[in-house]
Structure formats: structure tokens, C-alpha cells
């Protein structure tokens, strides 16, 4: 079975604080993600990384960064948290080709999601 | 940008009754994925359908796709309790998926 770990299921963080989350798939997948989840708004993509040290912006990459400097791991950064950065944070997963589909339409692979909340 | 729109928002039927819910979506898609989440987890993959496929089966769950309407429907037969959580329906494009909002149903016993 697919794993992806994040790092902490609950945090709590200052204004102003740089906040790293961390995100491990053990799947060799290519493709990583990370959402945010606010309620009435589902997941709204942050950035993606199709590939070490590739990352492309979502539709919502301000005030984040993202690191992915091994092929397992895929670090959302907040550089410095601000209280409208209170969110649940999901890390994902996919790979580029299903051997068992035969095709290029892949699920998503979630983690358990990170509860950050900023003071 | 937030592609697909569920509705309901929030569905409570009794154990044994069927659930229903509808996604719409604006753009043209490659596929429609169904995931869940149950409280406060990360999401689950239910089922994908293709833009070429019209209906696809998985155990208790039924979707259809019709693009011509920009619509699918996600049908869960017989309910459980277990099956309470939110439903969200994903439309990918290459390697993204744009998500709804989501429909939280609640099974009651």
C-alpha cells in the first residue's frame, strides 16, 4: 500500500515564525502536491513538484515555498506564518504511468493532514 | 481554481437508503475522480471515471459522467455508518486535480 506521512497531525505556531512541513511517500512517485483545506473552499492546490528540485506554483503559492531535494520528500514552507495561515495542510502523491491501468490518469495518494494553527 | 461544485453540501439519510450527490464543473477534463474523508483525515480515492466512459461501478458505489452537461453523480447504495465522512469529486488535467467543496453526509443508524 501507498504511504504518505506528514510530519505532525496537529501544530501551533506564532505570527511571524518560519514553519516547515514535512511530507515522506514511499511509492517512488513522481508527482507531489500540497493543498490546503478550508472549509466551504475544499483543496486549493499550493504548489506541485513533478520531479527532484521541480516545483510549480498552484493557485495559491503566496506566502509558501516548497523544497524537494530527494524524490521521497516534499517540504511546504512558511517563511513567516501569518493567522490567515490557520489551515489543514494535505500532502499528496501520484504517479506519471500506471502500469496496472495502463494510463496516465492516476489517483491522488493522501497523507493524514496537518492541523496548523497560528497565534 | 476550484473546478467542481458538489451539491448537496450536506446529505443526512437513515442506514439502508441510498446517497446521492452531483458534481458540476466548467472546463473540458481528461477524468473525474470521487475521493472521501472521514473527519478530520486525509482524503481516500473512490473511484475515477473517464471522459470517454459514461458509467463506471465499484462495489456499493455508481458513477456517471456526462460531459455534455459537465456533470457526474456519485450514488452509494445500501448505506452504512461507516459511510459517513465527505465527498469531494476531483477533475483532472494532467498531472492536477481541481477539488469541489465537498458533500459531508451523515448516515444515521
Known amino acids: 500500500d501507498v504511504k504518505v506521512t506528514q510530519s505532525s497531525r496537529y501544530l501551533v505556531k506564532r505570527t511571524g515564525e518560519k514553519v516547515f512541513l514535512e511530507c515522506v511517500q514511499d511509492?517512488?512517485?513522481?508527482?507531489m502536491f500540497w493543498y490546503r483545506q478550508d472549509p466551504g473552499l475544499g483543496l486549493r492546490l499550493i504548489y506541485f513538484?513533478?520531479?527532484?528540485?521541480?516545483?510549480e506554483k498552484g493557485d495559491i503559492p503566496e506566502g509558501y515555498s516548497v523544497s524537494r531535494e530527494k524524490k521521497e520528500r516534499f517540504s511546504l514552507i512558511l517563511e513567516s506564518a501569518s493567522t490567515n495561515q490557520t489551515s489543514m495542510y494535505l500532502c499528496?502523491?501520484?504517479?506519471?504511468?500506471?502500469?496496472?491501468?495502463?494510463?496516465?490518469?492516476?489517483?491522488?495518494?493522501f497523507g493524514p493532514g496537518t492541523r496548523l494553527t497560528v497565534l | 481554481s476550484q473546478q467542481g461544485e458538489e451539491d448537496p453540501q450536506a446529505l443526512s439519510i437513515q442506514e439502508g437508503e441510498n446517497a446521492t450527490m452531483n458534481c458540476s464543473y466548467k472546463?473540458?477534463?481528461?477524468?473525474l475522480q470521487w475521493y472521501r474523508q472521514n473527519s478530520g483525515r486525509g482524503l481516500v480515492h473512490l473511484i475515477l471515471?473517464?471522459?470517454?466512459?459514461r458509467e463506471k461501478h465499484s462495489g456499493r458505489l455508481r458513477v456517471t459522467l456526462d460531459t455534455s452537461k459537465k456533470s457526474s453523480s456519485l450514488l452509494i447504495t445500501a448505506s452504512r455508518a461507516a459511510d459517513t465522512a465527505s465527498y469531494f469529486c476531483?477533475?483532472?488535467?494532467?498531472?492536477?486535480?481541481?477539488f469541489g467543496a465537498g458533500t459531508t453526509v451523515t448516515v444515521r443508524a
Open positions: 499528496a502523491s501520484s504517479t506519471i504511468w500506471d502500469r496496472v491501468t495502463a494510463s496516465s490518469y492516476n489517483e491522488q495518494f
Open positions: 511509492m517512488d512517485h513522481e508527482n
Open positions: 513538484s513533478y520531479d527532484v528540485k521541480m516545483k
Open positions: 472546463t473540458s477534463i481528461n477524468n
Open positions: 471515471i473517464r471522459s470517454n466512459e
Open positions: 476531483a477533475t483532472g488535467s494532467g498531472y492536477k486535480l481541481s
